[in-house]
């Protein structure tokens, strides 16, 4: 069985998160969401709001699940038994960003392999940064994230960031 972790903060998870695991999950066996709790950054939303997000947006994709993890995400797929990486790149800044960090994965486990998935023209202008400051704004969302989970954001973000 091949297993892909998908791992990020998904402050919030996006449809471009969507995207690229819907698509993992058409050529990987399980496709595991990582939501990181440690990563180094100032989240919004807390750990168990963001999976929440994560959980209700890929609620419709069978062979998906959503779990937190903490510290290095190579010893996280260890632990799931995943060989595999998957990673979303919506520009050349963000492929010579995921080329430095395969060096480092491949540094801690030889055993690791980085799958990228280009994103869609229509998903390369979304990040979770946009949906936030969209709705620091006042704007609409729909379109950046999925609907099943707009509601949940709406609430969670709030007057939050």
Do not use: W
Not at 92 to 107: A, I, N, Q
Not at 131 to 153: F, H, K, M, P, T
Request: one cysteine or more.
């Amino acid at each position: 069985m091949k297993k892909v972790i998908f791992a990020g903060t998904y402050d919030p998870f996006t449809l471009g998160h969507y995207d690229v695991a819907r698509r993992a999950a058409k050529i990987f066996d399980e496709v595991i969401i990582g939501v990181a709790s440690d990563a180094g950054k100032n989240t919004c939303a807390s750990l168990d709001e963001r999976l929440e997000i994560a959980r209700y947006s890929v609620a419709d994709l069978k062979n998906v699940c959503v779990k937190p993890f903490r510290g290095f995400l190579v010893d996280f797929a260890a632990a799931e038994g995943a060989e595999y990486l998957i990673r979303g790149i919506r520009s050349v800044t963000d492929f010579e960003y995921e080329k430095g960090l395969r060096g480092v994965y491949k540094s801690q486990n030889s055993k690791i392999e980085c799958v990228y998935l280009i994103s869609d023209a229509c998903h390369a202008h979304i990040s979770g940064s946009v949906v936030r400051q969209l709705l620091q704004l006042g704007g609409l969302i729909s379109g950046y994230v999925c609907e099943s989970a707009n509601d949940l954001i709406k609430r969670i973000y709030n007057g939050r960031c």
